[in-house]
Structures are given as structure tokens and as C-alpha cells.
């Protein structure tokens, strides 16, 4: 195995593994002038402009999210270090790594931890990030598959794994997932189906209902019923949920949640206010619990991927993905943020 030198940000020098990376590469690029206007522009690059970090990937595949959304459009205040390269996803192979969890050549993923926010991300042939930022890549999924879940089925597992902890169980009711055409939504659903729940799919697309049974939804709603203002309380409907949309969706949410019920709030594609009550918590014993994805701790990663290889139907996965090139990502970010983007999308690095 080679050993070779590399000098950190702050001049230090440190003894890796493997083989140098590439000298140049090419990525996206996001900036922003004086007057505060984005541009984004697919340029060469050199190792030198990657960030520090003890693992060097080599990266095959990424996605898009609503936050890659927000970040590409500038819709909201998403990066907070210029130039940036956009992505909080990514997967693919390692180059070099002087940590000791990883080798060269191991295939590994990326969510969260502020890439794409305030360190490079992942539309990018390159990335350079610490070692404790990387889960290993399961051998259940390929690192297209890994990036089809990506941080919104990350996430949707998470939002499970809080559910099921706290006690709620396949045979006490039903499962609200909001969104549900969504990223998060649609592999809520297919996880929750496949373990035993009934599950109720919400979704502002309801000509999306065939879509939403085929991956196990046992009902569909119209998202009119819980978008707008409504009681402190409702009739009790599901036991639990997931839900990526907040506001007054969230509220309504709550509201109908069953007596000792638990929703879990991962999202804010409504908003980030929560216009509701404290009746459900103080007069059903309802439990709120919120999901962080971005920096949750590795042991917690870990555990969320495991699962996802354990119990996520690869096959639904796959037939609500779709592939492109990365090129195509400025024009996907208009569309995640419209709603149009129905499933998963895998972006194709090197097409």
C-alpha cells in the first residue's frame, strides 16, 4: 500500500493510505455577488479548493432534496459559506483516508452533518470529509440504491425507529405519513407497510393514489383535510405519524392523534411555525418527538442504515427511482420545490 503525504488547511502534514486523489476534478459550483445574486456554474477544480478532512471519495452518486432545493434556487438562506459546492448527499468509493475506520477502496455514504451547507458537498466528483461523517455502504444496496433513500429515506427510518421506541405497535391503529409523495413520504410509507402498519398517506397530488397503494398505503387523504387552520382537537384517526410538511399541517396532525399516540416532525415544507394547542399533549398524553437527520450521531446512523438494509422492499425502492445526470440538478430544484417531484431521484456524477 502507498503511503503518501498531504498538508491540512492549517499546515500541518499528515501520512495517508492508498493512492494521491486526482489533481483536478469537476463540480458545481454555487457563489453569490455583491448584490447577493446566486450563480451556479460546473467548472474543473483543484484538490487544493477541497476542505479538510482524513477521507478523500471518490463519489459516483448523490440526490436531490427539498434542502438541495432551497440551497440551488437561494429560496432560503441554506449555505452558509460562498463559494459552496451544493449536495448533502453522497456516495461512493474512498481514494485516501488516515482514518482508521475506512480503507481505500471501501464504498461509503454521506447525509447530513452540514455538507452542501457549510462544507463542499456532493455534486462533485471529489469530496474530502471527516471520517466520522461516513457511514460504510451496506451490502444490501449499491450506491445507487443508497442514494434513491438518501437523507429523506435516512430520515424516514429515523421517524419509524421514534415511533416504534416509543411503544407504538403494528396492531394500535393506524400511521399518518404527510407528504407521502414526497422523498421522506413515499419511503415512510413502504417501510411502515412492510412492518405491519395500516398506513394513511396524505398528499396534495391525490392523482398520485395508485402510486401511494403500490408502495402500501392503506388509505389516501387529500392534504386540504389538514392544511388549513383547524381545532385543538379532532377526532382521534391514527396513532401515529410522520411528518415533513409542519404548520398547520403538524397542528391538524396532532390534533387527530389517538391517546397516548406519538408523531414524529421531521420537515417544514409548509412552514416552521406550529399554530396548534397543548390539548393534545395534556388531554390525550400525545407525544411530539422532533427528528434531526443532519447531525444525528453516528451510533444512530448506523443503527437507521441497518435497519433500512433489513427492512426497505428494494424493489419498490427501485420502482419509484429515477436516474439522471447532475447536470440535470438546477432544474430538479425548481421542481422539488413546486411538488413535482414525485419519489426518489438518484443524480448520476459522471453523466
Not at 494521491?20 to 487544493?48: C, I, V, Y
Not at 448523490?62 to 440551497?71: E, R
Not at 455538507?115 to 461516513?134: I, K
Not at 444496496?141 to 429523506?152: E, K, L, N, W
Amino acid at each position: 500500500m502507498i503511503r503518501f503525504l498531504r498538508v491540512t488547511e492549517n499546515g500541518s502534514l499528515v501520512c495517508q493510505l492508498g493512492r494521491p486523489p486526482l489533481s483536478t476534478f469537476n463540480a458545481f459550483w454555487l457563489s453569490k455577488d455583491e448584490e447577493g445574486s446566486q450563480s451556479l456554474t460546473w467548472r474543473e477544480s483543484t484538490t487544493d479548493e477541497l476542505m479538510d478532512g482524513d477521507v478523500t471519495i471518490a463519489v459516483s452518486h448523490s440526490t436531490i432534496n427539498y434542502k438541495d432545493g432551497l440551497a440551488l434556487t437561494g429560496s432560503s438562506p441554506v449555505v452558509r459559506r460562498w463559494p459552496m459546492i451544493p449536495g448533502i448527499d453522497f456516495a461512493g468509493s474512498v481514494t485516501t483516508s488516515s482514518d482508521p475506520s475506512f480503507t481505500v477502496g471501501q464504498q461509503v455514504i454521506l447525509n447530513g452533518w452540514g455538507v452542501g451547507e457549510t462544507h463542499l458537498g456532493g455534486y462533485s466528483q471529489l469530496a474530502r470529509v471527516p471520517g466520522g461523517w461516513l457511514v460504510a455502504l451496506p451490502q444490501a444496496f449499491t450506491p445507487a440504491q443508497s442514494m434513491a433513500i438518501g437523507t429523506a429515506g435516512y430520515t424516514a427510518m429515523l421517524c419509524v425507529m421514534a415511533i416504534e421506541d416509543r411503544g407504538v405497535k403494528p396492531g394500535d391503529g393506524a400511521i399518518l405519513v404527510t407528504g407521502a409523495s414526497g422523498g421522506v413520504g413515499s419511503v415512510a410509507v413502504s417501510l411502515l407497510s412492510s412492518l405491519g402498519y395500516e398506513v394513511i398517506a396524505s398528499t396534495g397530488r391525490i392523482e398520485e393514489t395508485d402510486y401511494l397503494t403500490h408502495l402500501g398505503a392503506s388509505s389516501v387523504i387529500n392534504r386540504a383535510e389538514l392544511s388549513e387552520p383547524g381545532r385543538a382537537l379532532g377526532k382521534e384517526r391514527w396513532i401515529g405519524a410522520v411528518d415533513s410538511v409542519g404548520s398547520h399541517t403538524l397542528a391538524n396532525v396532532l390534533a387527530g392523534t389517538r391517546y397516548g399516540g406519538t408523531v414524529a416532525a421531521c420537515g417544514l415544507a409548509q412552514g416552521m411555525d406550529l399554530p396548534g394547542s397543548v390539548a393534545p399533549f395534556i388531554l390525550r398524553g400525545v407525544t411530539l418527538v422532533g427528528v434531526d437527520s443532519v447531525m444525528a450521531p453516528s451510533g444512530l446512523r448506523n443503527s437507521a442504515w441497518a435497519r433500512l438494509a433489513k427492512d426497505l422492499d428494494v424493489k419498490k425502492l427501485d420502482s419509484v427511482t429515477d436516474t439522471q445526470s447532475v447536470s440535470q440538478a438546477p432544474k430538479l430544484a425548481t421542481e422539488i420545490l413546486a411538488g413535482k417531484v414525485r419519489g426518489r431521484v438518484v443524480l448520476n456524477i459522471d453523466s
